[in-house]
């Protein structure tokens, strides 16, 4: 079977919440993690999000892992390849957006590259090349504290251009609004002046779907889940899906314990900590005592949670507000972020092996190294707990059947957690 779509995630939570947004818009998606298995099944898949771990690594790793996966898509019918980013566009100076983007492109592609992070149903849009995080510039937003990539510039021109050898433009909303015909006329005169990427304006769904249309002439795009809708409903649109809708149908019940591990340290997830604290049993991890004694922290928390787990879920978490990460970082360095995330993954591998059948993971990169230690390889994509957070059902021989929530940082309500576990029966 050809794949109508492949899309190629910086991050296994960003992947499974485009992949969620692509099935709720009528392409049936297959989320796999890292370079798909040779042998496997794409019957009855229209779309394939290969996903890595490469938000946070040099750009020449995250470019050489985003060709291959692009190579492999196309091999198997992608016409067009989204890269998926970060609705908050969490990115450094020294960050791959600009340098994977510039790889994908075709070197016969005419136009410039579409590039919107734009995600109106979680408050992301972009106007003015601005984006903007609900009601405040991205700047202003508690992105402006993120412990791995910071944003101080909502400017997204100004950003991309800051990572690209690229000319960047911008298609405002004033042309996105007036259609595709618009846009593409914008686009050439952005051609003739040299530019080959262009942030694009969005600040709803109808405007998604205009960039989706456009966006389709061409070989690849970069943006977050909104761009994903675009392009799902312009391929739909034009081609009918013949099996219809993927179910968004509640996931076959897994028998087993529950566990919640949070690594990140979002305003979001941190509400959320403290809404279910009382309700379910929580241990909080001293970083300090993680990056100096991991081995015995993570053996210290199983011994604590072991117990516990037939009474019901537990909740493990490093997670912190802004002036704590801000102090170990000043003693620790940024790398201290590795070694949590390595530690919350052996916790989480440990409690997989007492028995855990229903996790959820709060966090990206937290989600990421997770994900990787449990050797999970391939989600087909279940129920939409929050906007952007599907459940996700793994089912292979190492793990038998087990569901999986992997929480963006900054998605979902305070009620998120009691939500996804009861989600999760
Ligand atoms: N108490 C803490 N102090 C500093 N860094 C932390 C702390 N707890 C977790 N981290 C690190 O912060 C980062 C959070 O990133 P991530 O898991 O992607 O969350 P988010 O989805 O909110 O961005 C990870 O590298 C994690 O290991
Ligand atoms: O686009 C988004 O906002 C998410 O899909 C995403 O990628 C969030 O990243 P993390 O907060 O690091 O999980």
Redesign the pocket.
Known sequence: MSLLLGCIAD?Y??AS??ANTLARNGLRTIQTIGLPAADLDLKDIDAAVVSFKS?SIPADEAVALAVSANHWLREHGAKHVLFKI???F?STDLGNIGPVTEALRNADATLPTLVT?A?PE?GRTVYQGHLFVGSVPLNESPLKDHPLNPMHDANLVRVLARQSRDKVGLVPLSVVEQGVEAVRTHLVALASEGVQSAIIDAVFDRHLETIGMIALEAPTSTG??GLGLGLARALTASKPIQAGVQSQKASTPVAGHAAIIAG?C?QATLQQIEAVAGAIPTLRLQPEELIASPAHTVERALSWARPQLASGPVLIASSAPPSEVIALQARHGKESGIAIEKALAEIASGLVNSGVKRLVVA???T?GATVDRLHVQAFSIGQEIAP?VPILEVSDQEHGAMLLALK????GGRDFFSRALELMQ
């Open positions: 991050d939570t960003g919440d485009l938000r970060c609705s908050t969490d992070p995600f979680t977050a889940s990140s979002s966090g990206g990169e989600s952007g963006s940082g900054n998605f």
